[in-house]
């Protein structure tokens, strides 16, 4: 590459995951998991969509039915504290979201928990352990 060149840089990035059902993947992430439906939409501009995107904070994912990759696929959230993953825990508790490990203390200083959705795609969602010495 020419170094007097400025590299182009992305402005933005979502991951893309392959559903069996966009209607019932976006009521999941919208209502269990506490997302927002950014948008929806099908060729023929009418329910049953088959493709949405939806968003929490600064994370959004592309649902897209049937097409565009294969089932289980693992995606990592960052979440800033441990107060900020519990509470998240006791939401998705409450809502009755997919927890296949709830928050685990892990040797890379990180704790995590991990949450499923309708087609075995895998949120792992983390925040950082702060050891005092």
Not at 11 to 31: E, M, Q, R, W
Not at 44 to 66: I, K, N, Y
Request: aromatic share 10%; charged share 15%.
């Amino acid at each position: 590459m020419e170094t007097n060149q400025q590299q182009v840089l992305f402005t933005g990035g979502h991951p893309i995951l392959n559903v069996k059902n966009v209607v019932a993947s976006l009521d999941y992430y919208c209502n269990t998991l506490g997302f927002q439906d950014v948008f929806h939409w099908s060729h023929e501009d009418t329910p049953p969509w088959t493709f949405a995107q939806v968003c929490r904070g600064h994370f959004s994912v592309m649902l897209c039915q049937q097409a565009q990759g294969g089932p289980g696929m693992w995606m990592y959230l960052d979440l800033a504290s441990l107060a900020d993953l519990a509470a998240l825990h006791q939401e998705y508790q409450a809502s009755a979201a997919k927890i296949i490990q709830p928050p685990t203390d892990e040797s890379w200083n990180m704790r995590e928990m991990l949450v499923e959705d309708l087609d075995g795609h895998t949120l792992r969602i983390g925040a950082p352990r702060h050891h005092h010495h």
